[in-house]
């Protein structure tokens, strides 16, 4: 099976809908994470628990990181490889521009849809979860310019489909991913 690649901004539902497709497909998601914690493990690192990124170790990584822009390239790298063998629905945000293979939706969703997403999620108000959304968002669209010249959130041409998650479940979401999907001649 070809791969699945998901893409969108942050609270957009990425996450959740890979799982259902995984389950559905019955393979593996992967994401950035994933890779992140490879490359930490390589250095040396231990990064135990999904709240390992907030630990003292944690966050030692991830400053070593965000001082080398190529630890952003090596993920690419890793996951395009990934990508490459099938079976796996991935989400990323650069993905899509830098790989021709692979089955490419956006998930498009407003910010206050995405607040709302956060804050249920992260337990912070929907105002707390709306400013870190744009500080996210601004840095991911500077980060992706400045690292491949893409213009993230405003060019879907790399895309199979645009799914509108604004008022659809992610069951619904994934339904209709699975449809397409199934329909390009790529299952």
Known sequence: M???ILCGFPACGKTTVAGLLASKLKVQVLGGTDMLREIAKERGYKPVGLNWWDTPEGVK??????SDPQFDM?????????????DVVVTSYTLPWLTDFGFKVWLEASIETRARRMSARDNISIDEAKKVLEI????NRELYEKLYGIHFGSDT?????????????????AARILS????????
């Open 136 to 139: 996210r968002d601004n840095e």
């Open 157 to 173: 041409s790399p895309f199979n489909m645009v799914v509108d998650v604004e008022k659809i479940s992610a069951e619904e979401a």
């Open 74 to 86: 090596e993920v690419d790298k890793r996951l395009i490889e990934r990508v490459k063998q099938g």
């Open 61 to 66: 990584f991830l400053r070593e990181r965000a």
């Open 180 to 187: 397409a999907f199934g329909k390009s001649g790529t299952k």
């Open 2 to 4: 070809q791969a699945i």
